[in-house]
């Protein structure tokens, strides 16, 4: 199924293509697509973190295909996804309900990179980006535990969004004091 994410104020010339882009759309369809009332970019070990009934759903984005192959070869990528298909979680790290990785169309049609996911962990599901604005489920995840999450994971994505929230007034303050 198809989702278009609108992101306002950017024309699509404007458009720097890049991990932090798809991130902001990712999350964008996460929070308002998905009506995920706690979205998260980079909070903790994750690219991005949403919250849906109680349910830690976790998305990676990757946009090459060396960047989606770093996942077999390092060390800490490996022991996170043996600790996910074993629903082991570390005083650090919390194994999510689900798990998403968001990849660009073009890495969607090479059948490589979706070996290789499917190679990590076969549960987990493939969001694809196309033209940087439309968004494309096209193998939904299957949950890794059903247990809930822990109580102050909430309070610490809460945290988390209020500390982005004020460095993005200082940016906006900035630029409107360099004016």
Same mark, same amino acid.
């Given at each position: 199924? #198809? *989702? ?12 720097? +293509?890049?991990?932090? /882009?798809?991130?902001? $759309? ?43 192959k770093h996942e077999l070869s390092s060390p800490t990528?490996?022991? #996170? *996804? ?12 919390? +194994?999510?309900?689900? /798990?998403?990785?968001? $990849? ?49 994971i909430k309070d610490n994505i809460s945290a988390r969004i209020s500390s982005d929230n ?14």
């Amino acid at each position: 199924m #198809k *989702h278009r994410v609108k992101i306002f104020d950017i024309k699509q010339d404007d458009m720097i +293509v890049d991990s932090d /882009y798809m991130k902001i $759309i990712v999350a964008s369809f996460f929070r308002y697509n998905r009506q995920c009332k706690y979205t998260a970019i980079e909070f903790q070990r994750m690219d991005i973190c949403a919250i849906s009934n109680d349910n830690i759903i976790e998305i990676e984005c990757k946009i090459s295909k060396n960047d989606l192959k770093h996942e077999l070869s390092s060390p800490t990528k490996k022991l #996170k *996804h043996y600790n996910y298909k074993n629903n082991h979680s570390t005083k650090y790290h919390v +194994v999510p309900n689900s /798990y998403y990785f968001a $990849i660009p169309r073009e890495l969607y049609k090479d059948k490589e990179c979706v070996n290789i996911i499917n190679s990590i962990n076969e549960k987990y599901g493939i969001i694809v980006v196309d033209d940087w604005l439309h968004i494309d489920i096209v193998k939904y995840a299957v949950k890794l535990h059903d247990k809930k999450i822990p109580a102050n994971i909430k309070d610490n994505i809460s945290a988390r969004i209020s500390s982005d929230n004020i460095m993005q007034r200082i940016k906006h303050y900035k630029k409107k004091s360099e004016k």
